[in-house]
Nanobody
Framework: QVQLVESGGGLVQAGDSLRLSCAAS????????MAWYRQAPGKQRELVAS???????DYANSVKGRFTISRDNAKNTVYLQMNSLKAEDTALYYC???????????????WGQGTQVTVSS
């Protein structure tokens, strides 16, 4: 069974940093793209950052220059380093990826349960 487990969220002040982690229960090496999304109360879920299997990254305009996504295939983990946090970054952050429960099986999209990030101004 494929699971994505996020960690690292918390309550911080504006200007602080946090590093989120997303640990997968299966190999992420074959995943063509891993990503972080977030959803604030009353708003739609939005893409924050993504990283391909070749290391190509993409970011929402609102986080460019402040957030960095990375992946460690050996640890089956994806990270989101968040610096210079702002009150508007407050949201539930979700990990997302196309993964397979077996080495040669087809991939499906999976989501984690989310980790809360709250930034006080």
């Amino acid at each position: 069974q494929v699971q994505l487990v996020e960690s690292g969220g918390g309550l911080v002040q504006a200007g602080d940093s946090l590093r989120l982690s997303c640990a997968a229960s299966v190999s992420i090496r074959r995943s063509s793209k891993m990503a972080w999304y977030r959803q604030a109360p009353g708003k739609q879920r939005e893409l924050v950052a993504s990283i391909t299997d070749r290391g190509t990254t993409d970011y929402a305009n609102s986080v460019k220059g402040r957030f960095t996504i990375s992946r460690d295939n050996a640890k089956n983990t994806v990270y989101l380093q968040m610096n210079s946090l702002k009150a508007e970054d407050t949201a539930l952050y979700y990990c997302n990826g196309a993964l397979s429960p077996s080495v040669f099986g087809p991939t499906s999209e999976y989501w984690g349960q989310g980790t809360q990030v709250t930034v006080s101004s």
